[in-house]
């Protein structure tokens, strides 16, 4: 029943608050509710957050799935650091190389 959201773990700690990118003047808009390892961080939105499936382009379409197949293209996309894509060459656990 919560709102919540997924970023890189380096993005912020446990009790962060955090602003939208696009619209910082707005104020805060949730707060920075775990980072672990993997380098993945828990974001919990206020409840009048309206959520999407889609931002700069990018769309969720589904969860999990089958794993790559050997130099199939995957792309990344970051609010700061834009989108990069390279080959899949294999998993070293957790992580997709």
């Known amino acids: 029943g919560h709102k919540v959201g ?13 602003t939208s990118f696009d619209l910082p003047s707005t104020g805060q808009i949730g707060t920075f509710v ?6 993945y961080g828990v974001i919990e939105f206020n409840d009048d957050v309206q ?18 197949g050997p130099f199939q293209q995957l792309c990344k996309t970051g609010v700061t650091t834009g989108t990069k894509c390279g080959p899949f060459l294999g998993v070293s656990e957790p992580f997709l190389i």
Do not use: F, M, S
Not at 51 to 65: A, S
């Open 6 to 18: 997924i970023t890189a773990g380096h993005c912020g700690k446990a009790g962060d608050p955090v």
């Open 34 to 39: 775990r980072a672990g390892e993997p380098d």
């Open 51 to 68: 959520l999407t499936r889609t931002y700069n382009n990018v769309t969720i379409d589904q969860l999990g799935g089958a794993q790559p």
